[in-house]
């Protein structure tokens, strides 16, 4: 048993090691997911109750220290082996428990010591698979949206010179680069269909090349920005078979580029920051709102930010793409750099600051980490809102890539609550160091950090060191059993990777190109032109029994704000209905490893009824939110999920 603990010890504490991890099988089995309070066994579905610990250990050992109590002495009795052990023999039951609790105590004392240390146990199960969907789409799918007719909308930049998508009949598309008009005939947008795993090829005019977007409340994509003549363009797309592009010129009040949108409780869209763009703006324009908002002399209708100059590094910026998540409370949390603001964009105000994340690292482009906010239980009596960073690069490291010094990216997430009275950071260790990685929410309420690079920063050749292991962050775990490294890739997916949630709990993944062009030899990191699809533990053929499928309503209902909703659902394996939870994912525009929009909210648990004729059937109701500002109007994709596995979703549109 010593040897063993010595074993585990090892494996933990060398993090760059995966296989070595996942020769560890003492913390495979332990998943926590939305629908349960306590640790819960992934295969069993089995609740090991709150005081587990971070190997299933101090349950045990509190047991042990009930059994071995001096009420055994008077005719206390406990089973051993499957043989009682009476009061005359309690010195051979005490040593065997001792014996028991020693051993586990020395592994107890090997977690301790490297959780002092700062080390973080990590989950070893290889879990997961991959599967590859298309050879190429001929473009590398550098900006993700999921649009409620299942379609994808996916585009790289005009000013990568032609693609390996050519127009049908000859066709070609007119673009403008700010100097001059020309035709190209190949495509650098497609519209990808899901469910038949095809693509079709979309006409753009202008640079959409590192811009940002978003899903209206009637679904439309609208996008905003891009690379010279496109920065200050607004793209429509509606959501139907034959739709293409459409493109409104100076649609923006200044130049977007390296830009966030969110969408705010009215439906529109707020436009923040871009490359030396220190302000925001809306579509549409808040010609009918009479907010007291500060007008700059330079750009008239921009409000300025200051923040956004506060927290820019020089020639190093690291504060484009901030990270923006809407409050329940209706106000913006912002994060930029390394540190983050509440603020009113109606007053113009900062409402709060919150202190710096430890260590002082930057999180945001070029020292690309990634951000979610947590999903929030709408269950509970006390609504608390939790924001995760996790991922980028240290101070300096974007200087020194460009000078061929490749430094190894941060192995650090912060988690933040913003509805405390007082915030503060709680730094966790990865598994392994990530820069350029995604953030995903999944409909059990899990994390899925995926793509991205070890060294360097995002850039231009910039980055080394591909990590081809998908990490499955566990948020209600303990700390120190949170991470769960998954199957690797073998496809690198580095600058300008892309990766969402579709609606049957795939990741669809692609992109990855980190040269101004299509270069596919002579380059460490060819253009990748390929989709794949990463398959989550949770849809492991060992889970099948356990999916939930949703019977009514159908895909495509509609709902108000504050309506009860009963959702029908069967199980083919027995259900427990202390383990179902409902969940409602926003999904959001992907693109430079931030998922803009990304929303999960818990809005039913448990409250199970059983109808058994004319078949076995379950129902549980779930609440809609009663405001914008925690589910702002549009679509979302509604999952059952029990014992942590999710249903298909279905669409559910919030007027």
């Known amino acids: 048993m010593t040897q063993n603990a010595l074993n585990i010890a090892k494996n933990t504490q060398d993090n760059s090691k995966v296989n070595s991890m996942k020769s560890s099988h003492e913390l495979t089995n332990n998943v926590n997911c939305i629908c349960n309070t306590g640790q819960v066994d992934r295969r069993t579905g089995a609740n090991l109750g709150s005081s587990q610990g971070v190997d299933g250990r101090f349950e045990s050992i509190k047991i042990g220290l009930d059994l071995v109590s001096p009420d055994m002495g008077r005719g206390q009795g406990v089973v051993l082996g499957g043989e009682s052990v009476m009061g005359n023999s309690l010195i051979a039951a005490k040593t065997v428990l001792l014996k028991d609790m020693i051993e586990q105590m020395v592994v107890l004392f090997f977690c301790h010591a490297l959780l002092f240390a700062g080390m973080s146990f990590t989950q070893a199960a290889a879990a997961g698979h991959w599967k590859l969907l298309q050879g190429t789409i001929g473009i590398s799918a550098m900006h993700m949206q999921l649009l409620h007719n299942d379609r994808v909308i996916m585009f790289d930049g005009t000013g990568f010179g032609p693609s390996n998508l050519s127009f049908p009949g000859a066709r070609c598309a007119r673009t403008y680069n700010g100097r001059r008009i020309s035709f190209d005939c190949t495509a650098h947008s497609v519209e990808y269909d899901v469910a038949t795993n095809t693509f079709r090829p979309l006409a753009v005019q202008t640079d959409m090349w590192c811009s940002s977007g978003g899903a209206m409340r009637d679904g439309t994509l609208v996008q905003t920005g891009g690379f010279k003549a496109g920065d200050r363009t607004v793209r429509i797309f509606k959501p139907c078979t034959s739709c293409d592009w459409e493109e409104i010129p100076m649609g923006l009040l200044t130049r977007r580029w390296y830009a966030t949108n969110h969408i705010l409780p009215d439906g529109s869209q707020i436009i923040i920051g871009g490359r030396k763009r220190f302000s925001y703006e809306f579509f549409p324009k808040p010609a009918a709102f009479n907010w007291p908002l500060a007008k700059t002399n330079s750009v008239p209708e921009a409000y300025r930010l200051p923040f956004l100059m506060q927290t820019n590094d020089g020639h190093a910026e690291n504060n484009l793409y901030p990270f923006v998540f809407l409050h329940i409370d209706g106000s913006l949390f912002i994060f930029a750099n390394n540190r983050a603001i509440l603020f009113d964009y109606t007053k113009n105000k900062v409402l709060k600051t919150f202190p710096k994340i430890p260590g002082g690292d930057p999180r945001n482009y070029p020292s690309t980490g990634s951000a979610v906010i947590l999903p929030l239980n709408l269950q509970g009596k006390l609504l608390e809102v939790e924001v995760m960073v996790c991922g980028g690069a240290p ?219 004319p078949e076995l059937m379950y129902e549980v109701e779930v609440n809609i939110p009663v405001s914008g500002n925690i589910a702002p109007s549009g679509f979302y994709i509604l999952f059952v999920v029990h014992q942590c596995v999710p249903s298909e979703g279905i669409w559910v549109q919030i007027l």
Not at 512 to 528: C, D, R
Not at 573 to 583: A, L, N, Q, Y
């Open 395 to 613: 101070k300096g490291a974007h200087i020194k890539a460009r000078n061929g010094v490749f430094v190894e990216a941060l192995n650090t997430c912060a988690r933040i609550k913003i509805t405390s009275p007082n915030p503060k950071w709680v730094l966790e260790i990865m598994p392994l160091s990530r820069v350029m990685g995604d953030m995903l929410l999944l409909p059990n309420g899990n994390v899925l950090l995926i793509n991205g690079g070890s060294f360097g920063t995002a850039g231009w050749e910039l980055a080394r060191n591909p990590v081809l292991n998908p990490v499955l962050y566990l948020p209600n775990n303990l700390p120190g059993s949170r991470f769960e490294v998954n199957d690797p890739s073998t496809t690198p997916r580095m600058y300008h990777s892309t990766a969402i949630l579709l609606r049957d709990g795939r990741i669809l993944v692609g992109g990855s190109n980190p040269h101004p062009g299509y270069n596919f030899s002579g380059f460490l990191f060819p253009t990748e032109l390929s989709l794949e699809a990463f398959h989550p533990p949770y849809l492991d053929p060992e889970f099948a029994a356990l999916r939930p499928t949703i019977i009514e309503p159908r895909s495509q209902i509609m709902v108000f704000h504050g309506q009860r909703l009963k959702v029908e659902f069967t199980v083919i394996d027995e259900m427990d209905p202390t383990k179902i939870s409902v969940t409602m994912l926003a999904p959001p525009f992907n693109t430079h490893s931030f998922s803009m929009n990304q929303r999960l909210l818990v809005v039913g648990r448990g409250n199970v009824t059983t109808t058994i004729w």
